[in-house]
C-alpha cells in the first residue's frame, strides 16, 4: 500500500480482535467468523485474527482488511507472535492483507528486518506489535507500516497491573517520531480509545472489551464485590 492508502483506509479507524479465551466455550471457528462479521457490519475497519486457518475463513468471508497473526511457543525465546519469515508467509497466502508479529528487542528467532521483508515479499503490510518507544522506533526503521503498542505491560520490562490504563505516554511518543501508531492494550471504554487518537495514534485496536465475554463479565463482577 502507497502511504496515501495507509492514511485514508485505516485513519481513526476500529480494528476489532476476534480472538476468544483459548479452550473457552467460544474459541470455535464458526464463532469467531460471526464475531468479525459482526465487526464488520458495526463498521470495524478491519479484524485481528488469529491462526492460519482463521485468517483464510475470515478473510474470504469479509469485505475488509484481516490483520493475521500465529501464536505459538518458540524454544529459547519469549517471542509468541508470528515468530518466524514462515508463519508470516503462511498468514499472507491465506489472505492477511497485514501481517503482526512481536517486534520486541528480546531473544528471538527471526529478526524485526526479516519478519517485516517477508511480509513485504509477499505483498502484504507489516504491523510490529511493541512493548517500548526504542521497540517501535526500530520497528519503523526496518519498514512496518504499522506500530502497535500492543505488548506494553505485557513483558518483563514493562509489566503493569492487569487494571492499569492504556500507554497513553507510548503512543504519544511514537507519535512524536512520525511513527504510524495503533493503539492496542488495556482500551476497555470509548473515551480511552478516543484519547488514543487524541495522544495521536492513526487508529485502534479493541479486544477482550468486545470479543472476550469472560473478561467482560470478570470486570463486572469484581467491580461489584463488598469492598
Not at 505459538?72 to 492477511?96: K, Q, W
Not at 527471526?110 to 509477499?122: F, K, M, N, Q, R
Amino acid at each position: 500500500m502507497r502511504t496515501s492508502d495507509w492514511e485514508g483506509v485505516w485513519s481513526r479507524g476500529l480494528i476489532v480482535s476476534c480472538q476468544p479465551v483459548v479452550a473457552g466455550p467460544l474459541d470455535r471457528d464458526d464463532i469467531v467468523l460471526a464475531m468479525a462479521q459482526a465487526a464488520a457490519a458495526s463498521g470495524a475497519s478491519a479484524v485481528r485474527i488469529e491462526g492460519v486457518q482463521r485468517v483464510a475463513l475470515v478473510a474470504r468471508s469479509l469485505a475488509i482488511p484481516v490483520v493475521g497473526i500465529v501464536k505459538r511457543p518458540v524454544p529459547g525465546s519469549p517471542v509468541f507472535i508470528t515468530p518466524v519469515a514462515e508463519d508470516v508467509r503462511a498468514l499472507a497466502a491465506a489472505g492477511a492483507a497485514v501481517v503482526a508479529f512481536d517486534a520486541t528487542q528480546r531473544t528471538r528467532p527471526s529478526t524485526v528486518p526479516a519478519l517485516a521483508d517477508a511480509a513485504h515479499a509477499c505483498g502484504v503490510g507489516a504491523m510490529a506489535d511493541c512493548a517500548t518507544l526504542a521497540d517501535g522506533l526500530q520497528a519503523w526503521q526496518a519498514g512496518c507500516e504499522l506500530v502497535g503498542t500492543t505488548l506494553s505491560g505485557y513483558t518483563a520490562d514493562t509489566a503493569v497491573a492487569e487494571d492499569a490504563p492504556p500507554d497513553f505516554g507510548l503512543i504519544r511518543a511514537l507519535a512524536l517520531q512520525g511513527v504510524r501508531v495503533v493503539a492496542e492494550g488495556r482500551i476497555r471504554t470509548p473515551q480511552q480509545a478516543a484519547e488514543a487518537l487524541d495522544s495521536g495514534a492513526l487508529c485502534v485496536t479493541i479486544g477482550s472489551a468486545i470479543t472476550r465475554v469472560e473478561h467482560i463479565t470478570q470486570w463486572f463482577v469484581q467491580a461489584l464485590r463488598p469492598r
